[in-house]
Structure formats: C-alpha cells, structure tokens
Nanobody, 123 residues
C-alpha cells in the first residue's frame, strides 16, 4: 500500500520557521517528482513547490520564493519543506504529493497524496 505521511506542522508566530516532512512507503519515491501543495479554509488547493527525482530541479510558487526550500533524501524516501519568514497567509493544511513524470504545478497531475499537516501562523 502506497502511503505518504506528513509531519512537522504546528502553530508558529509571524516571522517564525517550520520544517515539514513527508515520509513515503510502499513505493520507490526516488523515481518520482515530489511536491508540496497547501489548502487554506474556503480556498482551492494550491501549488507550493516541486522537486525533481534527484533534487536537481525545483519549481516554486511566486508567493513562497526565497522563503521556502524543498528538498529530499531518497535513501529515506522522505521529502522536506523548510519554511522561514512565515506569514499569516501561509496558514493552511500542507500536503505532499508525487507523480512519475516531469515537474508540474497542477494538482490533478499528481497521483499519490498524503493526508496533510496543519500549519497555523498567528501571533
């Protein structure tokens, strides 16, 4: 059974930092493009960042460029999202996802999804 499990979310003050993790099992995710998406209450799920199979290519949403860094450790089947300078508008449930083909910012291109981890940025 293929599973992606996110962790690391929580409550943080504006300007703070968090690191999210996504642990994969049941599949060799080193063969996949991996990505992070997020969904705020009442809004559509939106793209955050994507990373190529060996970590050599990245793609970020404009809203997070310079603040978020996506990375992976294939030996651990784990994806990360380091977030700094967090803003209240970053508040959302964050999801990791994977697909077998090229980098894409479109959620419908991704086949496997985790259940999400809540990130709340508030004073």
């Amino acid at each position: 059974q293929v599973q992606l499990v996110e962790s690391g979310g929580g409550l943080v003050q504006p300007g703070g930092s968090l690191r999210l993790s996504c642990a994969g099992s049941g599949r060799t995710f080193s063969n996949d493009v991996m990505a992070w998406f997020r969904q705020a209450p009442g809004k559509e799920r939106e793209f955050v960042a994507a990373l190529g199979r060996i970590g050599d290519s990245t793609y970020y949403a404009e809203s997070v460029k310079g603040r978020f860094t996506i990375s992976r450790v294939n030996a651990k089947n784990t994806l990360y999202l380091q977030m700094i300078s967090l803003k209240p508008e970053d508040t959302a449930v964050y999801y990791c996802a994977s697909r077998a083909s090229y980098l894409s910012p479109h959620r419908y291109d991704y086949l496997y999804w985790g259940q999400g981890t809540q990130v709340t940025v508030s004073a």
